[in-house]
């Protein structure tokens, strides 16, 4: 499993629909094989800039570890949903487990 970094924004809305949205992509990675290691909650700030109408939103982060496919299924849900302003995901720096058992196999040792 690869490390992502996932924050999005969300429409300024009730509490409670806030954290629909937040719960509903929390299972959607739970769903695809992902586990979140971490959530941060900025909570509602005001942004630089209008984005569709909005002045401030609610700040979300996620640090997760999953699949490339579940990745892909997240960008493709976030990019549908109407309450989410903006959204980006990350590889964070390092490497795997199995990525780094790869680059020593790959790597020629001197005898």
Known sequence: MRKYEVIFIVKPLEDEATEAVIGKFSK?????????????????????????DCTDGYYCLFYVSCEPDCVKECDRVMKITDDVLKHMIVKSEGFSEEEAKEAAEETPTEE
Do not use: H, M, S, T
């Not at 695809?32 to 509602?44: L, S, Y």
């Open 28 to 52: 959607l990675i739970a769903n695809n094989g992902g586990v979140i290691d971490k959530e941060d909650r900025w909570g509602r700030r005001k942004l630089a800039y209008p984005i569709k």
